[in-house]
């Protein structure tokens, strides 16, 4: 039986870890949510994510500059957002093997270089890891200062930008243009906002922001291994879909994924061991069951997915 000082600490770590999970949900699915909300869906975010973990790792190591990793995760995101642009808005390729393509390539090809560069090495090769900031005063906070005000600086910085993005969307001129051409480009067309310009924006946008997921997840160990993104990219697909592209109500989503992530490791904090491999599929369970629930009240953007071509 857990005693009450065991579940207090189970509580604490579930809520520590489950920020630092939830900032690289919300980091993919903000990006995915404004390429989606703009008529593109970029199924590619899972190799983008790995993409971006490499390239910040790499940079991070060689030059011990871990905030120089975070900007090259980002430039890497916007690099492989820039090809599936390509092929989904330019040679109008269906969006949804673009991404696919783009997702095999980006995974294959940081694995790839991985292999041939830093795992030759007979140890692991550590990289500088983002370091924690704590909030003054409010760190101090008893039981959850540790767990809520003790974190990155990137951590806070997506937090923050949510209700940013969110006036952007709905608030500016440049989102009700990234919802008219989501809904309707022809109509968006015809009033002289241009159609591509605008979705190679919202994928660029989308792609930087799972490079930086990436930068995140490797940053934070300082380590870059095969398999290090573990499905997140699909994940937060999922989530901004759940989320009906609101990013509010991303943050709320991806703080459920983080929350149901950190269940695992933090069983682990206090003793209790269970088998890893269940504990994995917690979310991708829990995107299935949110599927379900939202399937028939879901409205997507009307030209989801749908190319666009200038009459």
Same mark, same amino acid.
């Given at each position: 039986m857990i005693s009450s000082y065991t579940l207090l600490d189970f509580i604490i770590a579930v809520i520590g870890v489950g920020i630092s999970y939830t900032t690289i949900y919300l980091a993919a699915s903000l990006g995915e949510i404004f390429s989606e909300k703009g008529g593109v869906m970029n199924l590619a975010l899972e190799g983008i994510m790995a993409m971006g973990a490499f390239v910040a790792y790499g940079i991070a190591f060689n030059t011990g500059n871990v905030y120089l990793g975070v900007v090259a995760g980002i430039v890497t995101g916007m690099m492989m957002g820039l090809l599936f642009g390509f092929l989904a808005i330019t040679i109008r390729i269906n969006q949804v093997l673009a991404g696919l393509s783009v997702w095999l390539v980006g995974y294959g090809i940081s694995y790839f270089l991985y292999e041939l560069t830093y795992n030759r090495s007979l140890i692991l090769l550590h990289a500088p890891t983002l370091p924690d900031v704590p909030i003054p005063y409010l760190v101090s906070i008893p039981y959850i200062g540790q767990a809520l005000f003790n974190h990155t600086i990137i951590d806070y910085i997506v937090y923050l930008i949510v209700p940013l993005l969110w006036y952007i969307m709905f608030k500016?001129?440049?989102?009700?243009?990234?919802?008219?051409?989501? %809904? +309707?480009?022809?109509?968006?067309? !015809?009033?002289?906002?241009?159609? +591509?310009?605008?979705? #190679?924006?919202?994928?660029?946008?989308?792609?930087?922001?799972?490079?930086?997921?990436?930068?995140? /997840? !490797?940053? %934070?160990?300082?380590?870059? /291994?095969?398999?290090?993104?573990? *499905?997140? *990219?699909? /994940?937060?697909?999922?989530?901004?879909?759940? !989320?009906?592209? +609101?990013?509010? #109500? *991303?943050?709320?989503? !991806?703080?459920?994924?983080?929350?149901?992530s950190a269940v695992g490791p933090s069983l682990a904090i206090i003793g209790i061991r269970i088998p890893y491999e269940f504990l994995d599929m917690l979310p991708f369970i829990l995107l299935i069951v949110a599927a379900m629930i939202i399937a028939r009240r879901l409205l997507t953007p009307s030209a989801l997915s749908m190319p666009y071509q200038r009459e």
């Open positions: 500016t001129k440049w989102g009700l243009k990234i919802i008219a051409v989501g %809904e +309707n480009p022809r109509a968006a067309d !015809s009033v002289g906002i241009g159609v +591509n310009k605008v979705r #190679y924006a919202v994928v660029l946008f989308g792609s930087a922001m799972a490079g930086l997921a990436g930068a995140i /997840i !490797s940053l %934070e160990v300082g380590l870059f /291994i095969i398999g290090i993104t573990g *499905g997140r *990219g699909f /994940i937060a697909v999922g989530i901004a879909v759940f !989320s009906g592209f +609101n990013p509010l #109500y *991303g943050l709320l989503a !991806s703080l459920l994924f983080g929350v149901v």
